[in-house]
């Protein structure tokens, strides 16, 4: 696995190698940095593997809902964030602070900012409500710690979008 600080490669693929499982992969060719597994299709814990580690980040709450995202068999908690997919969810790792929002409603483009609302990395999806795309990272932000894991989170954070989108379509046709 590789890390983006080490690489001249400022847009990466998301891929989804198994149209089954929920995995993805976050690559450049051959050079994977990173992936993101969802245990059980009907549950909310996923796996992150990236240089940085493995972490286990699940969502949990109704009303207020929020991550916990954890070092792999580890008890401590690293982050808890409140997830706001209307407005911004704030995260904190390494001591650097990241924002997930909506970059570009038109465009359905979501991304990492930081504090002077400055984009660190944007998805942009290539298949309307589907997973897949390419992630493009802003040259200023490439020497970040925890880049890699915090890129993953958010294509955790864009599954768990994605299957309530799903959910509620269901509900709608019924």
């Known amino acids: 696995m590789k890390s983006i600080s080490e690489s001249p490669i400022t847009t990466l693929q998301i891929i989804k190698p198994d149209l089954i499982k929920k995995y993805y992969e976050l690559k450049s060719g051959d050079e994977l940095y990173g992936s993101v597994e969802v245990m059980d299709n ?3 814990l996923a796996r992150i593997e990236t240089t940085q580690g493995v972490f286990t980040v699940k969502r949990a709450g109704f009303f207020k809902p929020y991550i916990i995202f ?3 068999k580890h008890a401590a908690d690293e982050i808890i964030a409140y997830l706001n997919i209307e407005d911004i969810t704030k995260i904190v ?3 650097n602070t990241y924002y997930f929002r909506l970059v570009n409603l038109w465009k359905n483009q979501w991304g990492w900012t930081n504090e002077k609302n400055q984009i660190i990395l944007r998805y ?3 298949i309307a409500g589907l997973i897949k795309g390419d992630v ?3 040259k200023d932000f490439t020497y970040l710690s925890f880049l890699e894991t915090v890129t993953i989170l958010g294509i955790y954070f864009l599954t768990q979008l994605e299957d309530e989108i799903l959910l509620q379509n269901e509900l709608t046709a019924q």
């Open 42 to 44: 009907s549950g909310t």
């Open 70 to 72: 954890r070092k792999e």
């Open 93 to 95: 790792l390494d001591s």
């Open 124 to 126: 942009k999806p290539t």
């Open 136 to 138: 493009e990272i802003s």
